[in-house]
């Protein structure tokens, strides 16, 4: 999403954008971002709670009225549930991960993927 903002911006079309990662936007640079402190694919606020999500999109449209010199990334005043932030990301780090391992190779479940993939 960055790139694009960037590419519409540079032919003069303002941008703004949400984000729950504040290092991996920030190394994108996109041109205006409102970040919103919560796990990651929550980017446009809570669940079940449409008066933060309408909150956090009214925080990003006015910072693209108003922050003409990008980039710029700010904090949202929405929080993420009604815990504060040291919670649920100490619960998100206690989860145990049950993904495969990751492999140089491919893997595949069955040996007819495989043939198939080769073919």
Not at 52 to 71: G, K
């Amino acid at each position: 999403m960055s790139l694009i903002a960037r590419h519409l911006e540079s032919v003069g079309i303002a941008t703004t954008s949400l984000s729950s990662a504040w290092s991996i936007t920030a190394s994108a640079n996109p041109p205006r971002v409102r970040f919103f402190d919560a796990p990651l694919g929550h980017t446009a606020g809570p669940p079940r709670r449409p008066d933060a999500q309408r909150t956090l999109v009214a925080e990003a449209l006015e910072l693209a009225t108003r922050a003409l010199d990008a980039p710029v990334i700010e904090p949202s005043s929405v929080t993420w549930i009604e815990a504060p932030a040291e919670v649920w990301k100490a619960e998100a780090r206690a989860l145990a991960d049950h993904r495969s391992p990751r492999h140089d190779t491919p893997q595949y479940d069955r040996p007819d993927d495989a043939e198939a993939a080769s073919s």
